[in-house]
């Protein structure tokens, strides 16, 4: 880790600059194959999958007592260690595509510190990708941001922002040009999104005693963590952190295919009164105003959110439900994509579409259903450019910590050992055969 030196001379000595130009061989080889607009992939979060994030706010709010996290992350699915192995499979079940994100806290662990040996483990995963024929797809920001960023008010204090694009340009300039993709952030619009769930409510004042007790420990009265920032607060810099990132990452690397992500859920009147306007207008339309201007939209999508007239209402009885409590339901997809076509005017890649599920013959009819509805808004004109599945492993579900399986791949906890599911091979054949 090194305080002092430029930050050009830095990544100079950790040989993570681009000796030559920032344009890829490799990206632009693969433009120019048949059907190379559309991705197939699976995603993970740093975070989620690394282990050992310990200059994360995630961190520290997982390690209070009592906390919202059923456990904390651990060492996770240890990829930090063992990202060749992931990749390695992503590439074996047939698809093109692995998004995964670099952890903040672990590049600037405290602020204006950067780690040129973390810069350069992503720069090699980066590589690593290109290398075996992958796309890498790369999210800047994961929800997880550095302890010390939320102990100065975190995405509340509008001054926060020069941070986050320090760290972007600090970022894109380590990383190469071996990645195509990428998104500022992964759905930022997730807080103000579960402000609607009554179940979520309920976890709130957990997450809120956390992140006093958090800024207690660390001794700052701002400490704001992710997700439980106030919205209203952080709405216009995460807006403006966006833009500007987008500006700053660009003006380096202004062949990269650039946006963000949203959570976004088949939202629908209940009969009978319904809020679905205001939720509307709160929790999407200032991002799909954002979006407009970038490359992409990234669709997220896991169900659908019936809106009664205060909140989202509860699953109907006798529905079929993930492990998440949400209903089974991935015609969701459908509407989420055609509805984000439209909002905004970008091409739509899926960026994240899943579910929790201990049964595999599950996950397959979701595949093949969410994937039915995809292909039936493509054939209605949707610019629908890529399909990436969440997840690629079970992993650290955040405050339901492993209770959750979203992955193709089982993980052992204590082995690490990974073990594909019947899921992975059958996503990565339709994959093969190009068709959904
Ligand atoms: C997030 C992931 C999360 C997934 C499943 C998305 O909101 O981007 O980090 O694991 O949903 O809950």
Not at 42 to 64: F, K
Not at 156 to 182: I, K, Q, S, W
Request: contains cysteine.
């Amino acid at each position: 880790m090194i305080g002092s030196m430029s930050r050009r001379s830095m990544l100079q000595t950790a040989g993570v600059v681009a000796a030559t130009s920032m344009t890829s061989p490799v990206l632009a080889a693969e433009k120019r194959l048949p059907g190379a607009d559309f991705l197939w992939g699976a995603a993970t979060a740093g975070h989620q999958v690394e282990g050992g994030n310990v200059n994360s706010d995630s961190w520290i709010m997982e390690h209070l007592k009592p906390s919202a996290f059923a456990e904390p992350s651990g060492d996770a699915c240890d990829s930090w260690n063992r990202w060749r192995e992931d990749i390695d499979l992503v590439r074996r079940f047939g698809l093109d595509t692995y998004r995964f994100g670099i952890e903040w806290s672990r590049i600037e662990p405290e602020m204006g510190e950067y780690s040129s040996a973390a810069l350069a483990h992503y720069r090699t995963m980066v590589d690593y990708c290109a290398q075996v024929g992958l796309r890498a797809f790369v999210t800047y920001s994961h929800f997880t941001v550095p302890r010390w960023f939320a102990a100065l008010g975190g995405w509340e204090e509008p001054a926060n922002v020069d941070h986050f694009v320090r760290f972007c340009e600090m970022a894109t300039r380590a990383l190469g040009p071996n990645y195509g993709h990428a998104l500022t952030f992964n759905e930022p619009n997730l807080a103000a999104q579960l402000s609607w769930q009554p179940d979520f409510r309920r976890t709130m004042p957990y997450f809120a005693m956390g992140n006093q007790a958090a800024a207690k420990a660390i001794g700052s009265d701002r400490f704001s963590a992710t997700p439980t920032f106030d919205i209203d607060r952080a709405l216009p810099n995460q807006l403006a952190a966006h833009r500007r990132a987008c500006e700053a990452i660009k003006a380096l690397r202004p062949d990269l295919i650039l946006g963000l992500s949203l959570a976004l859920a088949d939202e629908q009147a209940a009969p009978g009164g319904s809020a679905l306007e205001r939720k509307i207008a709160q929790v999407y339309a200032p991002w799909f105003e954002a979006v407009a201007k970038d490359d992409f939209i990234g669709v997220q999508t896991y169900g659908r959110a019936v809106v009664g007239p205060e909140l989202d209402l509860p699953p109907p009885a006798g529905v079929e439900l993930t492990q998440t409590g949400m209903e089974f339901f991935p015609e969701a997809l459908e509407a989420t994509v055609q509805w984000a076509a439209r909002a905004t005017g970008r091409p739509v890649i899926v960026t994240e579409n899943g579910v929790a599920t201990t049964d595999d013959t599950r996950r397959i009819a979701y595949i093949d259903r969410a994937l039915a509805g995809l292909a039936r808004a493509r054939a209605a004109g949707t610019d629908v450019r890529g399909y990436i599945h969440w997840s690629l492993l079970d992993n650290f579900e955040w405050n339901r910590a492993y209770t959750a399986q979203f992955g193709l791949v089982a993980v052992d906890r204590r082995t690490f050992v990974r073990t594909p599911k019947p899921s992975a091979f059958h996503l990565g054949r339709k994959a093969q055969r190009g068709g959904i």
